[in-house]
């Protein structure tokens, strides 16, 4: 590739990115009280959104349905062709519609707007037309006019596809705020996700259980070293009968073996160990885990239950899961 393709292609990528950010940076500017009172409206009902659109509006409005669910706002997309052939009967009256059309004379949503009003429904709009028919005939109109495409042909939705996707996330993250909705709540909608396994899952759900690195106070390096290579942790935990004395690593014996070397075999375990090794109750969640870690600067940490007795190992890598 020579250098001036290479040029041509940041320049096209760098002026359609540009085109897109000043369009935005317009509608923010403009917002105002209809925007309000959609974010009321929706606050207000007992219902669900009902996103429709057609063709790319009509992929955005699923986005935005995808995203008012996982954000504590229930919502669904209705396909508007669908709909005139049956499906209308997935609106209940305290719905909320939200239909998206940029010229706002999409054949397909305007068809289905007689049963919206007579149904009893707000119809929010999103369009880049405030005189176009579908905006003239809702109860609330969101204005996502932009001055041009960002495709150089100026034809394929692009610059006009990313503002209704942008006011979308602003409904939705305007109406997490006054839900008050929590990163538990997020946790809850998204069990199957990193961030609600580590909210949710307790300690015990995670942690290493079985065949725990154990060893005595006075056993020799040798046998150390053997147990910590069996127990697959990169650690071995010291105890006295049922008492914890420290913790081992991997890490300790390789620094042992650098620095004392010839008379590494003849040192006992607590003689590198770690004392009070930091712990956990099993029934603490991942997230709290998690921030121990982070917060002593360690992988791992020893699970004991109510009587401080050894029940357990959690490390980094089974919460990061």
Avoid: W
């Avoid at 509006?57 to 669908?82: D, N, Q, R, W």
């Avoid at 307790?202 to 046998?223: F, H, K, Q, W, Y």
């Amino acid at each position: 590739m020579t250098q001036d393709n290479r040029r041509q292609i940041l320049d096209v990528a760098r002026e359609t990115l540009q085109t897109e950010a000043d369009a935005l940076l317009r509608i923010k500017n403009d917002l105002g009280d209809e925007f309000v009172r959609a974010v009321e409206s929706i606050m207000g009902s007992s219902g669900k959104v009902i996103m429709t659109g057609m063709g790319k509006s009509g992929l955005v409005a699923k986005k935005i349905a995808a995203t008012l669910a996982s954000t504590g706002t229930p919502s669904f997309y209705m396909h508007p062709g669908e709909a005139f052939h049956g499906d209308l009967g997935m609106i209940s009256s305290c719905d909320i519609v939200i239909a998206l059309s940029y010229s706002g004379e999409t054949d397909e949503v305007l068809k289905i707007v007689p049963f919206i009003h007579d149904n009893g429904n707000t119809l929010i709009s999103m369009t880049g037309n405030p005189n176009s028919s579908l905006a003239k005939n809702s109860d609330i109109h969101l204005d996502v006019a932009v001055e041009h495409e960002a495709c150089i042909l100026h034809l394929a939705p692009t610059t006009s596809t990313t503002a209704q996707l942008a006011m979308g996330d602003a409904l939705a993250v305007a109406l997490m705020k006054l839900r008050n909705f929590t990163s538990m709540d997020y946790a809850r909608l998204h069990p199957g996700g990193s961030l609600g396994r580590r909210l949710l899952m307790t300690v015990g759900n995670a942690m290493r259980r079985n065949d725990l690195p154990i060893i005595n106070e006075e056993c020799s390096a040798t046998e150390m070293i053997q147990r910590m290579s069996q127990g697959g942790l990169g650690l071995i935990v010291i105890c006295r009968g049922e008492k914890i004395l420290g913790i081992v690593t991997d890490g300790d014996v390789r620094r042992a073996m650098e620095s004392r070397r010839a008379e590494f075999f003849n040192i006992k375990p607590m003689d590198i160990a770690t004392p009070s090794p930091k712990t956990i109750h099993p029934d603490e969640k991942l997230i709290e885990a998690e921030k121990l870690m982070t917060r002593h600067k360690v992988n791992s940490l020893l699970v004991v239950n109510n009587e401080q007795r050894l029940v357990g190992v959690i490390q980094i890598y089974d919460i990061k899961l």
